[in-house]
């Protein structure tokens, strides 16, 4: 489990050819997270969620602003899940679980790389190459990828987005289930109200302009399925908020024009 601090983050990228303006990716976005914690940051396209996850992954750093995750007081060990798992393709299913280790004998990482591909289900495929997967599977182990270095802090970037709609259903109801077998906290970034209410205990809703809309908290019973009732009004509600903010006039202006001291 993590503890995760944003405060007062701006990230601006500078033009790079003339004529261009800067974009503000973030504007004084934060909020503060921790414990066994499943939170979906949803907005529109280019609303900032990927680059605040490359913040919060170290990749990129903010332009003005913090970003901290720790786990009981030390660095946190964090997991990344991508839209496309990012497998090479030369190598088999295990060995691209087990190179993202560097510690202990190559048997305990195999052991311990199993173990993980077990948990989705995948043992049987261990041997094969990406190409000889689906999508779905493909998914799957990066998912079991992430897991096994168990992180306190598991980053997901739109992992289902690239599935079609059956796959990604089953995909996240396997993934209420693995969340709740471990300890970490999740921050999963996607565009589907739908998606972040069945996922998630608490969406930050997020505008164009990177700034945070809202902070709903989702207190449904788990597992979550899309038949539930009380799960599809409150989609619905989720889903309302959603289109009421794309109907605000947004103050694009400000933000580009305010720069990194906001
Ligand atoms: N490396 C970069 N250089 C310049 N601009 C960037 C860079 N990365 C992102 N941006 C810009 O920052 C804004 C936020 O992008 P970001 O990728 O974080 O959006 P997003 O919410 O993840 O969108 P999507 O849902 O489409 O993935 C966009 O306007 C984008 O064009
Ligand atoms: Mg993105």
Not at 43 to 62: D, I
Not at 120 to 149: C, E, F, N, T, W
Request: net charge negative.
């Amino acid at each position: 489990m993590a503890t995760l601090v944003a405060e007062h983050v701006n990230k601006v990228y500078e033009a790079t050819t003339p004529g261009q303006s800067a974009t503000h990716a973030l504007a004084d976005f934060g909020f503060e997270a921790s414990g066994h914690t499943f939170i979906c940051l949803v907005g529109p396209s280019g609303c900032g969620k990927s680059t605040f996850l490359n913040l919060v992954s170290g990749v990129e750093k903010p332009t003005s602003g913090s970003v901290t995750v720790t786990a009981e007081g030390k660095n946190a060990r964090i997991g990344y899940v991508f839209q496309d798992p990012r497998l090479l393709p030369w190598r088999t299913v295990l060995d691209n679980m087990i190179y993202v280790h560097d510690d202990g004998d190559r048997k305990t990482r195999r052991q311990r790389c199993m173990r993980f591909l077990e948990m989705v289900d995948l043992a049987h495929a261990a041997d094969k190459y990406p190409a000889q997967l689906s999508g779905g599977m493909r998914q799957r182990i990066g998912i079991a990828r992430a897991l096994s270095i168990e992180p306190d802090l598991l980053l997901m970037d739109e992992p289902f987005s690239h599935l079609d709609a059956i796959t990604a259903r089953s995909l996240r109801t396997e993934l209420q289930q693995l969340w709740q077998a471990t300890g970490a906290t999740v921050l999963f970034v996607t565009h589907d109200v739908n998606e972040a209410v069945q996922l998630s205990d608490r969406i930050l809703m997020m505008n164009k302009g990177g700034t945070l809309y809202a902070d709903i908290p989702i207190g449904l019973p788990r597992p979550r399925l899309l038949t539930d009732r009380d799960v599809v009004t409150q989609q619905a509600d989720v889903l309302a908020l959603f289109e009421q903010m794309r109907a605000e006039p947004i103050e694009t202006e400000t933000a580009e024009t305010e720069g990194a001291n906001h």
